[in-house]
């Protein structure tokens, strides 16, 4: 979808700014918000390019540098860490050769840690994009690595 076709869905009021950059960030490919996409909002929305950066910048669910084409997300809340998400999470960084908050050098991994996903019952847990995956082990990890390393 494009960028026009993607503000179109919304009317151009500032309460639809976080869903307006929250589209605009999944439609990137580099999970994140150029300056073109803050400046596409500001204008949409008839509102500084300052005022748009500074709210996408606040809420850690946006990124203003480019990631991977999948973003993982851990769960290091503490039923997970009960279920063993830290040796996961050593293996993760071991496997994809990236701490905390980095990108693979093939760009198709980013690897971040988020608080409580909602799934404790399935813990220790993690997303990918917008996919749940629960009762993890470097097993199941190994696999869903490799479906979506084929799905390039
Ligand atoms: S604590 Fe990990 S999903 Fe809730």
Redesign the pocket.
């Known amino acids: 979808m494009d960028k026009e076709a993607i503000l179109k869905k919304f009317k151009p009021t500032l309460d639809n700014i976080l869903y307006i950059l929250h589209d605009l960030q999944d439609e990137n490919p580099q999970h994140y918000l150029s300056k073109d996409d803050i400046k596409v909002c500001a204008d949409y929305l008839n509102i500084p390019y300052s005022y748009t950066h500074s709210v996408a910048s606040f809420y850690t669910m946006f990124s203003m540098k480019p990631r991977g084409r999948n973003i993982i997300r851990l769960?290091d809340?503490?039923?997970?860490h009960l279920m063993g998400s830290k040796s996961l999470l050593d293996y993760l960084q071991r496997t994809l050769k990236v701490t905390t908050g980095e990108t693979t050098k093939d760009g198709i991994f980013t690897l971040e840690l988020t608080s409580?996903?909602?799934?404790?019952g399935v813990?220790?847990?993690m997303m990918v994009n917008n996919e749940m995956f629960g009762n993890l082990t470097p097993e199941k990890v190994d696999t869903i690595l490799d479906k979506r390393r084929k799905e390039l």
């Open positions: 769960c809340s503490p039923p997970c409580c996903l909602g799934a404790c813990a220790p847990a």
